[in-house]
């Protein structure tokens, strides 16, 4: 078993008011949220996923599913068929480990072809989300499920952008999605919720990053977060989920933990994100109605 001290690190995570991560009390359950894995066909990317697998199957108590936060390939908008299907596959390989169910959201590295030269859109079904879906998802990439009275809901916040755009993509909730959510929110009744989406409802990120009045490098948010926290104002939400920054990072308002749960590839496999955050994963420990949040370093030497 792997000790508390182990799991937590020391000193970047002192902040981080951590689950006890081994159990004598039974919880209600257990379950870990892993983001920005950034799969590449390298050694290091290979091997530190590898950990980061080894260490979600050596909690205890086990979790009882991993929600995957997108960015699970890395560069595929460059539309490279042959290297998202080698990418993709290298993954599902190495999540083969994971005995418990495993639910992705899709992250903007995941998409196919938006941003490869020329490309528009495609009957291709392999543009696009198409690939990512029925490799990790096998079904709609907007749904929910329910799990000992909690109610888990998983966005897509990658959007095609205008053409004239800086990137080919936006972070945002679309009409559709935000329909759906609308109906789920208002039929939760008294089960509570988790939101999962890889781009950020809410986040520090551009104060650290760019300054509070800078304009962002990166549109990093959700364009229509203000519209999606307008919609979820009073409903019984406790968690939101997120990636994409990989910083981990644990915001509450509303009634609500934003939490970025950093990323397993740290800095894009190049150290800790920002000198800061070591590459790992959350772990979610849910008891009476709440839930306790530890990030969890996967162990593995990144330098930098
Ligand atoms: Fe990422």
Not at 97 to 116: F, I, K, S, T, Y
Not at 132 to 159: E, N, Y
Not at 221 to 245: F, P, R, S, W, Y
Request: charged fraction near 25%; aromatic fraction near 8%.
């Amino acid at each position: 078993m792997i000790s508390r001290r182990e799991l937590l690190g020391a000193g970047a995570l002192a902040l981080v008011t951590p689950s006890p991560l081994s159990r004598t009390i039974p919880l209600d359950f257990r379950f870990v949220h892993m983001t920005d894995l950034h799969m590449r066909d390298t050694a290091k990317a290979k091997e530190g996923i590898r950990m980061a697998v080894s260490r979600v199957l050596a909690l205890d108590p086990r979790p009882d599913f991993v929600l995957l936060g997108g960015d699970v390939g890395d560069g595929l908008m460059g539309g490279d068929e042959a290297k998202a299907r080698k990418t993709f596959a290298d993954l599902a390989e190495e999540l083969k480990r994971l005995e418990m169910p495993v639910h992705a959201v899709v992250g903007n590295h995941d998409v196919v072809g938006w941003g490869a030269p020329g490309a528009g859109l495609s009957d291709d079904p392999l543009f696009g989300k198409t690939l990512f879906a029925d490799t990790f998802v096998k079904g709609p990439l907007v749904r929910g499920f329910d799990h000992k009275g909690w109610r888990i809901l998983l966005l897509d916040s990658i959007q095609r952008a205008a053409p004239d755009s800086k990137t080919p993509y936006k972070s945002a909730i679309d009409e559709a999605q935000l329909q759906w959510l609308k109906q789920e929110v208002e039929g939760l009744g008294a089960r509570p919720c988790v939101i999962v989406t890889h781009s950020p409802l809410l986040t520090g990120y551009f104060l650290y990053n760019d300054g509070p009045y800078v304009e962002p490098q990166f549109r990093m948010v959700l364009e229509n977060a203000k519209e999606v926290h307008e919609l979820l104002k009073g409903k019984n939400i406790k968690l939101v989920l997120q990636g994409h920054t990989h910083v981990a990072e644990n915001l509450l308002y509303a009634g609500r933990q934003h939490i970025t749960s950093g990323a397993v590839s740290g800095s894009w496999w190049a150290g800790p994100r920002f000198g800061i955050d070591p590459n790992g994963f959350s772990v979610l420990d849910v008891e009476g109605g709440a839930a306790k949040w530890a990030y969890v370093p996967t162990g593995m030497d990144l330098g930098g």
